[in-house]
């Protein structure tokens, strides 16, 4: 069963709060029925003050292709897959949050027992910055 977006807010930092929010609004937007980890994928893309993941993908070094064009072609295959996931505009009401998939939960949770198993890499990734 998905969980709702306030439960799953409460286990995550404010940061990761805020890219949440950010793919729930993804996910409405579109009238898709569930928020999934391709929501929060593209809201990360879209976020200018969330370079987390543009970090980890120019930190990919493939010289074959710049990073900006690397970043629209990532950009446009979550767009086609996200068009291609099913719209429920009828059955979700406007002020509803599309609640958190179960896969997309179960990939928050791992990531945080990861942290707990690795904190030294957590904080590592964190001085980098």
Known sequence: MPT???AARQCLTPEAGKALD???TVAKRRG???TTSLHAVS???SLPSSSILRDACCRS???AYSPRLQFKALDLCLSVSLDR???SHNNVSSDQEPPVSNSFMAAIKRSQ???RRHPDNFHFYHQQQ
């Open 4 to 6: 709702p977006v306030t």
């Open 32 to 34: 898709h029925a569930q």
């Open 22 to 24: 950010e793919a729930v």
């Open 85 to 87: 996931a099913p719209s």
């Open 43 to 45: 809201a990360l893309l």
């Open 113 to 115: 027992a990861n942290q």
């Open 61 to 63: 070094r493939n010289s």
